[in-house]
Protein backbone atom coordinates (compact mmCIF):
# COMPACT_ATOMS: atom_id res chain seq x y z
CA UNK A 1 0.00 0.00 0.00
CA UNK A 2 2.66 2.92 1.14
CA UNK A 3 4.62 1.56 -2.51
CA UNK A 4 1.89 2.20 -4.39
CA UNK A 5 1.00 5.57 -2.81
CA UNK A 6 4.51 6.59 -3.30
CA UNK A 7 4.33 5.66 -6.89
CA UNK A 8 0.94 6.94 -7.52
CA UNK A 9 2.02 10.40 -5.69
CA UNK A 10 4.72 10.53 -8.70
CA UNK A 11 7.61 9.47 -6.44
CA UNK A 12 8.95 6.09 -7.22
CA UNK A 13 11.91 6.85 -6.12
CA UNK A 14 10.20 6.67 -2.79
CA UNK A 15 9.82 2.82 -3.17
CA UNK A 16 13.87 2.14 -2.96
CA UNK A 17 13.86 4.02 0.41
CA UNK A 18 10.68 1.73 1.82
CA UNK A 19 12.34 -1.46 0.73
CA UNK A 20 15.46 -0.67 2.05
CA UNK A 21 13.70 0.10 5.42
CA UNK A 22 11.59 -2.42 5.45
CA UNK A 23 14.73 -5.02 4.86
CA UNK A 24 16.49 -4.10 7.51
CA UNK A 25 18.85 -2.54 5.65
CA UNK A 26 18.73 1.03 7.67
CA UNK A 27 21.67 1.64 10.26
CA UNK A 28 20.22 4.72 11.51
CA UNK A 29 17.31 2.89 12.93
CA UNK A 30 19.13 -0.90 13.44
CA UNK A 31 18.51 -1.40 17.24
CA UNK A 32 22.21 -1.96 19.06
CA UNK A 33 20.11 -3.65 22.27
CA UNK A 34 20.22 -7.36 23.29
CA UNK A 35 16.87 -8.42 24.58
CA UNK A 36 18.61 -11.66 26.43
CA UNK A 37 21.19 -9.50 28.29
CA UNK A 38 18.66 -7.64 30.32
CA UNK A 39 16.85 -7.92 33.22
CA UNK A 40 12.80 -8.85 32.99
CA UNK A 41 12.04 -5.38 34.04
CA UNK A 42 14.17 -3.44 31.33
CA UNK A 43 12.74 -5.71 29.22
CA UNK A 44 9.22 -4.64 29.41
CA UNK A 45 10.16 -0.88 29.38
CA UNK A 46 11.38 -1.53 25.96
CA UNK A 47 8.32 -3.33 25.59
CA UNK A 48 6.09 -0.39 26.58
CA UNK A 49 8.50 1.67 24.43
CA UNK A 50 7.96 -0.34 21.54
CA UNK A 51 3.87 0.23 22.17
CA UNK A 52 3.63 3.60 22.62
CA UNK A 53 5.89 4.46 19.92
CA UNK A 54 7.72 1.74 16.87
CA UNK A 55 9.63 4.46 14.86
CA UNK A 56 10.98 6.68 17.90
CA UNK A 57 11.25 3.55 19.99
CA UNK A 58 13.50 1.83 16.78
CA UNK A 59 16.26 5.29 17.08
CA UNK A 60 16.00 5.30 20.94
CA UNK A 61 17.22 1.83 21.06
CA UNK A 62 19.90 2.53 18.51
CA UNK A 63 21.20 5.34 21.15
CA UNK A 64 24.97 4.71 22.59
CA UNK A 65 26.07 3.21 25.53
CA UNK A 66 23.67 4.15 29.05
CA UNK A 67 22.33 6.82 27.09
CA UNK A 68 19.58 4.38 25.50
CA UNK A 69 18.75 3.11 28.76
CA UNK A 70 18.05 6.93 30.28
CA UNK A 71 16.12 8.18 27.51
CA UNK A 72 13.67 5.03 26.77
CA UNK A 73 12.90 5.65 30.90
CA UNK A 74 12.66 9.54 30.26
CA UNK A 75 10.46 8.55 27.53
CA UNK A 76 7.92 6.29 29.67
CA UNK A 77 8.06 8.46 32.72
CA UNK A 78 7.26 11.60 30.51
CA UNK A 79 4.13 9.10 28.82
CA UNK A 80 3.30 8.79 31.95
CA UNK A 81 2.86 12.23 33.41
CA UNK A 82 1.11 13.48 29.72
CA UNK A 83 -1.64 10.42 30.21
CA UNK A 84 -2.29 12.25 33.79
CA UNK A 85 -2.56 15.39 32.10
CA UNK A 86 -4.94 14.15 29.24
CA UNK A 87 -7.10 11.92 31.62
CA UNK A 88 -10.30 14.29 31.65
CA UNK A 89 -11.77 11.58 34.75
CA UNK A 90 -9.54 12.42 37.49
CA UNK A 91 -10.88 15.21 39.12
CA UNK A 92 -9.21 18.67 39.38
CA UNK A 93 -7.67 18.69 42.52
CA UNK A 94 -6.24 14.61 42.52
CA UNK A 95 -5.05 15.69 39.45
CA UNK A 96 -3.41 18.82 40.08
CA UNK A 97 -1.66 17.36 43.18
CA UNK A 98 -0.58 14.29 40.60
CA UNK A 99 1.26 17.05 38.82
CA UNK A 100 3.18 18.71 41.20
CA UNK A 101 4.01 15.76 43.22
CA UNK A 102 4.56 13.28 40.05
CA UNK A 103 8.50 13.83 40.33
CA UNK A 104 8.48 12.07 44.05
CA UNK A 105 6.69 9.07 42.48
CA UNK A 106 9.97 8.15 41.03
CA UNK A 107 11.77 7.52 44.78
CA UNK A 108 8.17 5.66 45.77
CA UNK A 109 8.76 2.13 44.84
CA UNK A 110 5.19 0.95 45.62
CA UNK A 111 3.60 4.14 43.38
CA UNK A 112 0.82 2.87 40.81
CA UNK A 113 -2.34 5.13 39.24
CA UNK A 114 -4.98 2.18 38.29
CA UNK A 115 -7.89 4.68 37.51
CA UNK A 116 -6.52 5.99 34.44
CA UNK A 117 -8.78 5.48 31.19
CA UNK A 118 -6.36 6.63 28.43
CA UNK A 119 -4.93 4.43 26.02
CA UNK A 120 -1.58 4.91 27.62
CA UNK A 121 -2.86 3.40 31.30
CA UNK A 122 -0.58 0.21 31.19
CA UNK A 123 2.55 2.92 32.07
CA UNK A 124 0.88 4.53 35.05
CA UNK A 125 -0.89 0.68 36.70
CA UNK A 126 2.93 -0.64 35.85
CA UNK A 127 4.87 2.36 37.26
CA UNK A 128 6.67 0.45 40.11
CA UNK A 129 8.67 -1.28 36.78
CA UNK A 130 9.43 2.11 35.38
CA UNK A 131 10.53 3.54 38.65
CA UNK A 132 12.64 0.67 39.72
CA UNK A 133 14.68 1.00 36.31
CA UNK A 134 14.85 4.82 37.00
CA UNK A 135 16.73 4.40 40.39
CA UNK A 136 19.14 1.91 38.31
CA UNK A 137 20.22 4.86 36.47
CA UNK A 138 23.29 6.70 37.20
CA UNK A 139 22.75 9.64 39.44
CA UNK A 140 23.01 12.47 37.26
CA UNK A 141 20.60 10.94 34.50
CA UNK A 142 18.14 10.21 37.83
CA UNK A 143 18.79 14.35 38.70
CA UNK A 144 17.86 15.63 35.14
CA UNK A 145 15.02 13.12 34.61
CA UNK A 146 13.31 14.22 38.29
CA UNK A 147 14.38 17.83 37.28
CA UNK A 148 12.56 17.77 34.24
CA UNK A 149 9.19 16.35 35.76
CA UNK A 150 9.01 18.60 38.70
CA UNK A 151 9.13 21.36 36.44
CA UNK A 152 7.17 20.36 33.73
CA UNK A 153 4.79 19.20 36.31
CA UNK A 154 4.11 22.18 37.99
CA UNK A 155 3.67 23.81 33.98
CA UNK A 156 1.48 21.13 33.64
CA UNK A 157 -0.78 22.11 36.72
CA UNK A 158 -0.91 25.85 35.50
CA UNK A 159 -2.49 24.70 32.51
CA UNK A 160 -5.00 22.50 33.07
CA UNK A 161 -6.96 24.74 35.08
CA UNK A 162 -7.20 27.24 31.69
CA UNK A 163 -9.46 26.75 29.35
CA UNK A 164 -7.57 28.11 26.17
CA UNK A 165 -3.93 29.76 25.53
CA UNK A 166 -4.60 33.16 24.97
CA UNK A 167 -1.52 35.00 23.67
CA UNK A 168 2.06 34.01 21.68
CA UNK A 169 3.61 34.41 24.79
CA UNK A 170 1.50 32.06 26.36
CA UNK A 171 1.96 29.69 23.63
CA UNK A 172 5.40 29.84 24.29
CA UNK A 173 5.42 28.74 27.48
CA UNK A 174 2.66 26.12 27.49
CA UNK A 175 5.33 24.38 24.65
CA UNK A 176 8.40 24.86 26.43
CA UNK A 177 6.47 22.95 30.12
CA UNK A 178 5.35 20.18 27.21
CA UNK A 179 8.45 19.68 24.56
CA UNK A 180 11.04 22.73 25.45
CA UNK A 181 11.77 20.83 28.76
CA UNK A 182 11.97 17.32 27.56
CA UNK A 183 14.42 19.25 24.65
CA UNK A 184 16.72 20.52 27.72
CA UNK A 185 16.12 17.33 29.59
CA UNK A 186 17.47 15.45 26.93
CA UNK A 187 20.40 17.59 26.26
CA UNK A 188 21.50 17.33 29.87
CA UNK A 189 21.70 13.69 29.09
CA UNK A 190 23.34 13.92 25.94
CA UNK A 191 25.93 15.92 27.28
CA UNK A 192 25.90 13.82 31.14
CA UNK A 193 27.05 10.70 28.89
CA UNK A 194 30.21 12.57 27.03
CA UNK A 195 28.90 11.57 23.96
CA UNK A 196 28.52 15.77 23.67
CA UNK A 197 30.03 18.61 25.10
CA UNK A 198 28.72 20.54 27.73
CA UNK A 199 27.49 22.81 25.92
CA UNK A 200 25.10 20.86 24.36
CA UNK A 201 23.43 20.89 27.76
CA UNK A 202 24.46 23.97 28.44
CA UNK A 203 22.19 26.15 26.12
CA UNK A 204 19.07 25.78 27.08
CA UNK A 205 17.65 28.57 24.86
CA UNK A 206 18.65 26.04 21.20
CA UNK A 207 17.04 22.83 23.10
CA UNK A 208 13.78 24.70 24.10
CA UNK A 209 13.34 25.38 20.56
CA UNK A 210 14.19 21.68 19.29
CA UNK A 211 11.01 21.07 21.38
CA UNK A 212 9.05 24.16 20.79
CA UNK A 213 9.34 23.16 16.89
CA UNK A 214 8.07 19.83 17.25
CA UNK A 215 5.33 21.04 19.41
CA UNK A 216 4.26 23.42 17.70
CA UNK A 217 3.71 21.20 14.61
CA UNK A 218 1.96 18.94 16.49
CA UNK A 219 -0.43 21.36 17.81
CA UNK A 220 -1.14 22.89 14.14
CA UNK A 221 -1.32 19.63 12.34
CA UNK A 222 -4.09 18.60 15.07
CA UNK A 223 -6.51 21.31 14.65
CA UNK A 224 -9.30 19.09 13.71
CA UNK A 225 -8.48 16.38 16.29
CA UNK A 226 -8.18 18.17 19.25
CA UNK A 227 -11.28 20.04 18.42
CA UNK A 228 -13.30 16.83 18.35
CA UNK A 229 -12.09 15.68 21.50
CA UNK A 230 -12.74 19.66 23.01
CA UNK A 231 -9.62 20.81 23.43
CA UNK A 232 -8.05 24.05 22.13
CA UNK A 233 -3.94 24.66 21.60
CA UNK A 234 -4.68 27.51 19.02
CA UNK A 235 -3.59 30.85 20.73
CA UNK A 236 -6.13 33.08 20.83
CA UNK A 237 -3.82 36.06 19.83
CA UNK A 238 -3.83 34.76 16.25
CA UNK A 239 -7.04 33.14 15.83
CA UNK A 240 -9.37 35.84 16.68
CA UNK A 241 -7.89 38.25 14.14
CA UNK A 242 -9.74 35.61 11.91
CA UNK A 243 -12.80 34.36 13.90
CA UNK A 244 -14.92 34.70 16.54
CA UNK A 245 -14.35 31.44 17.66
CA UNK A 246 -11.65 28.96 17.33
CA UNK A 247 -14.33 25.95 15.98
CA UNK A 248 -15.74 28.54 13.08
CA UNK A 249 -12.57 27.80 10.71
CA UNK A 250 -14.99 24.26 10.59
CA UNK A 251 -16.96 25.84 8.21
CA UNK A 252 -16.77 25.55 4.68
CA UNK A 253 -17.40 29.75 4.33
CA UNK A 254 -14.26 30.83 6.78
CA UNK A 255 -12.00 28.35 4.53
CA UNK A 256 -9.85 31.68 3.64
CA UNK A 257 -9.60 32.50 7.09
CA UNK A 258 -8.45 29.48 8.66
CA UNK A 259 -5.99 29.28 6.06
CA UNK A 260 -4.49 32.96 6.98
CA UNK A 261 -4.30 31.72 10.69
CA UNK A 262 -2.89 28.17 10.20
CA UNK A 263 -0.35 30.19 7.84
CA UNK A 264 0.84 32.25 10.66
CA UNK A 265 0.77 29.57 12.93
CA UNK A 266 3.14 27.61 10.53
CA UNK A 267 5.07 30.98 10.21
CA UNK A 268 5.55 31.22 13.78
CA UNK A 269 6.75 27.61 14.09
CA UNK A 270 9.18 28.59 11.33
CA UNK A 271 11.00 30.96 13.87
CA UNK A 272 12.71 27.85 15.84
CA UNK A 273 14.27 26.35 12.46
CA UNK A 274 17.68 28.29 12.63
CA UNK A 275 17.96 27.39 16.32
CA UNK A 276 16.95 23.76 15.59
CA UNK A 277 20.11 24.14 12.30
CA UNK A 278 22.62 25.40 15.46
CA UNK A 279 21.67 22.89 17.91
CA UNK A 280 22.01 20.22 15.29
CA UNK A 281 25.47 21.40 13.84
CA UNK A 282 27.09 21.51 17.47
CA UNK A 283 25.97 17.38 17.59
CA UNK A 284 29.04 15.53 17.03
CA UNK A 285 27.74 11.82 18.06
CA UNK A 286 26.36 9.93 15.57
CA UNK A 287 23.62 8.13 17.34
CA UNK A 288 22.22 11.13 18.86
CA UNK A 289 22.15 13.45 15.80
CA UNK A 290 20.15 10.70 14.02
CA UNK A 291 17.83 10.15 17.04
CA UNK A 292 17.38 14.45 17.30
CA UNK A 293 17.05 14.66 13.47
CA UNK A 294 14.61 12.25 12.98
CA UNK A 295 11.75 13.91 14.86
CA UNK A 296 12.33 17.72 12.93
CA UNK A 297 12.43 16.49 9.75
CA UNK A 298 9.22 14.81 10.03
CA UNK A 299 7.76 18.39 11.33
CA UNK A 300 9.25 20.77 8.79
CA UNK A 301 8.05 18.14 5.80
CA UNK A 302 4.38 18.11 8.01
CA UNK A 303 4.23 21.94 8.25
CA UNK A 304 4.93 22.28 4.36
CA UNK A 305 1.90 19.90 4.00
CA UNK A 306 0.16 21.95 6.24
CA UNK A 307 0.75 24.91 4.86
CA UNK A 308 -1.74 26.83 3.21
CA UNK A 309 -3.52 22.89 2.95
CA UNK A 310 -7.50 23.10 4.01
CA UNK A 311 -7.29 19.31 4.70
CA UNK A 312 -6.21 20.41 7.94
CA UNK A 313 -9.53 21.42 9.08
CA UNK A 314 -11.53 18.99 7.22
CA UNK A 315 -9.26 15.84 8.34
CA UNK A 316 -5.42 14.56 8.85
CA UNK A 317 -2.53 16.11 6.72
CA UNK A 318 0.48 13.50 6.36
CA UNK A 319 3.52 13.04 4.62
CA UNK A 320 4.11 9.82 3.02
CA UNK A 321 5.12 6.62 4.28
CA UNK A 322 7.99 6.85 1.61
CA UNK A 323 8.99 10.29 2.05
CA UNK A 324 9.33 9.45 6.22
CA UNK A 325 11.59 6.58 5.35
CA UNK A 326 13.07 8.47 2.81
CA UNK A 327 14.31 11.40 5.42
CA UNK A 328 15.08 9.18 8.31
CA UNK A 329 18.14 7.40 5.95
CA UNK A 330 19.28 10.29 4.91
CA UNK A 331 18.80 12.04 8.16
CA UNK A 332 22.43 11.50 9.12
CA UNK A 333 25.06 14.54 8.42
CA UNK A 334 24.14 17.72 8.51
CA UNK A 335 24.44 18.04 4.81
CA UNK A 336 21.88 15.95 4.13
CA UNK A 337 19.93 17.40 7.12
CA UNK A 338 19.97 20.59 5.46
CA UNK A 339 19.45 19.21 2.03
CA UNK A 340 16.08 17.68 3.16
CA UNK A 341 15.12 21.04 4.95
CA UNK A 342 15.62 22.80 2.21
CA UNK A 343 12.94 21.63 -0.48
CA UNK A 344 10.31 21.63 2.56
CA UNK A 345 10.87 25.42 2.73
CA UNK A 346 10.66 25.96 -0.79
CA UNK A 347 7.24 23.75 -0.94
CA UNK A 348 6.14 26.57 1.39
CA UNK A 349 7.51 29.58 -0.61
CA UNK A 350 5.60 28.22 -3.74
CA UNK A 351 2.33 27.71 -1.69
CA UNK A 352 2.78 31.41 -0.63
CA UNK A 353 0.54 33.94 -1.53
CA UNK A 354 1.19 38.57 -1.76
CA UNK A 355 -2.21 38.53 -0.10
CA UNK A 356 -1.97 36.63 2.83
CA UNK A 357 -1.81 39.10 6.12
CA UNK A 358 1.71 37.64 7.45
CA UNK A 359 3.29 37.05 4.04
CA UNK A 360 6.08 39.60 4.51
CA UNK A 361 7.05 37.52 7.88
CA UNK A 362 6.81 34.26 6.22
CA UNK A 363 9.23 35.54 3.68
CA UNK A 364 11.69 36.32 5.77
CA UNK A 365 12.00 33.72 7.88
CA UNK A 366 11.47 31.41 4.47
CA UNK A 367 14.63 32.97 3.42
CA UNK A 368 16.73 32.63 6.39
CA UNK A 369 16.12 29.65 6.55
CA UNK A 370 17.29 29.54 2.72
CA UNK A 371 20.20 30.93 3.47
CA UNK A 372 21.24 28.29 6.72
CA UNK A 373 20.65 25.60 4.24
CA UNK A 374 22.42 26.14 1.03
CA UNK A 375 24.84 23.35 0.64
CA UNK A 376 27.29 22.21 -1.88
CA UNK A 377 25.44 19.29 -2.95
CA UNK A 378 21.68 18.26 -3.49
CA UNK A 379 19.50 15.21 -2.72
CA UNK A 380 17.32 15.49 -6.60
CA UNK A 381 20.63 15.08 -8.11
CA UNK A 382 20.96 11.47 -6.69
CA UNK A 383 17.95 10.23 -8.84
CA UNK A 384 20.03 9.68 -12.41
CA UNK A 385 17.36 6.66 -13.17
CA UNK A 386 15.77 6.54 -16.63
CA UNK A 387 11.85 5.67 -16.39
CA UNK A 388 12.64 2.64 -17.97
CA UNK A 389 15.07 1.59 -14.93
CA UNK A 390 12.42 2.90 -12.84
CA UNK A 391 9.54 0.50 -14.24
CA UNK A 392 11.83 -2.54 -13.81
CA UNK A 393 12.55 -1.39 -10.25
CA UNK A 394 9.10 -1.19 -9.40
CA UNK A 395 8.24 -5.01 -10.35
CA UNK A 396 10.99 -6.35 -8.63
CA UNK A 397 10.05 -3.80 -5.94
CA UNK A 398 5.74 -5.25 -5.72
CA UNK A 399 7.61 -9.07 -5.99
CA UNK A 400 10.22 -8.55 -2.99
CA UNK A 401 7.19 -6.70 -0.86
CA UNK A 402 4.81 -9.60 -0.97
CA UNK A 403 7.64 -11.88 -0.02
CA UNK A 404 8.68 -9.67 2.49
CA UNK A 405 5.38 -9.05 4.34
CA UNK A 406 4.74 -12.82 4.43
CA UNK A 407 8.28 -13.46 5.88
CA UNK A 408 7.70 -10.31 7.91
CA UNK A 409 4.32 -11.53 9.79
CA UNK A 410 6.04 -14.72 10.69
CA UNK A 411 9.21 -12.95 12.04
CA UNK A 412 7.65 -10.18 14.18
CA UNK A 413 4.78 -12.93 15.82
CA UNK A 414 7.38 -15.44 16.55
CA UNK A 415 10.96 -14.13 17.27
CA UNK A 416 10.08 -10.45 18.79
CA UNK A 417 10.87 -11.13 22.27
CA UNK A 418 12.40 -14.12 22.45
C1 LIG B 1 10.54 13.38 22.18
C2 LIG B 1 10.92 13.94 20.83
C3 LIG B 1 12.38 14.29 20.65
C4 LIG B 1 13.26 13.42 20.06
C5 LIG B 1 14.58 13.81 19.84
C6 LIG B 1 15.06 15.02 20.24
C7 LIG B 1 14.20 15.94 20.84
C8 LIG B 1 14.65 17.19 21.25
C9 LIG B 1 13.80 18.08 21.83
C10 LIG B 1 12.48 17.72 22.10
C11 LIG B 1 12.01 16.49 21.71
C12 LIG B 1 12.84 15.58 21.08
O1 LIG B 1 10.53 13.12 19.75
C13 LIG B 1 9.28 12.48 19.80
C14 LIG B 1 9.00 11.91 18.40
C15 LIG B 1 7.80 10.98 18.38
O2 LIG B 1 7.38 10.46 19.38
N1 LIG B 1 7.24 10.80 17.19
C16 LIG B 1 6.05 9.95 16.98
C17 LIG B 1 5.26 10.51 15.86
C18 LIG B 1 4.31 11.59 16.24
O3 LIG B 1 3.84 12.29 15.34
O4 LIG B 1 3.95 11.71 17.41
C19 LIG B 1 6.43 8.53 16.61
O5 LIG B 1 5.53 7.67 16.71
O6 LIG B 1 7.57 8.27 16.24
C20 LIG B 1 8.16 13.36 20.30
O7 LIG B 1 7.27 13.70 19.54
N2 LIG B 1 8.18 13.75 21.64
C21 LIG B 1 9.18 13.34 22.53
C22 LIG B 1 8.81 12.86 23.79
C23 LIG B 1 9.77 12.39 24.68
C24 LIG B 1 11.10 12.39 24.29
CL1 LIG B 1 12.30 11.76 25.36
C25 LIG B 1 11.50 12.87 23.03
C26 LIG B 1 7.01 14.49 22.16
C27 LIG B 1 7.16 16.03 22.27
C28 LIG B 1 5.89 16.58 22.91
C29 LIG B 1 7.30 16.69 20.89
C30 LIG B 1 8.35 16.44 23.13
Excluded at 33 to 40: A, R, S
Excluded at 61 to 85: K, P
Excluded at 241 to 246: E, I, P, S
Excluded at 389 to 418: D, F, G, N, R
Aim: proline fraction near 3%; include cysteine.
Amino acid sequence: MDLMRSVIAGHPEEVYSLLKFKLGGCGTVQTKCHYDQMCPSMRTCYQYLNQTSRSFAAVTQALDGDLRYAVCIFYLVLRALDTVEDDMTIPLATKLDMLHNFYTYLQDPGWRFMESNEKDKKVLEDFPTISQEFRKLKPLYQEVISDICRRMGAGMAEFVQREDVDTLEEWNKYCHYVAGLVGIGLSRLFSGSEFEDAIVGEDTELANSMGLFLQKTNIIRDYLEDQVDGREFWPKQVWSKHAKKLSDFRQPDMSQNALWCLNELVSNALLHVPDVLKYMSRLRNQSVFNFCAIPQVMAIGTLARCYNNIKVFRGVVKIRKGEAVKMMIHATNMENFKDIMRPFCEEIANKMSPHDPSYSLTMETVETIRQLTTTSHSLTVQSTLTPLHVSCALVVAAITWQYWTQIHWIYEHYIEWK
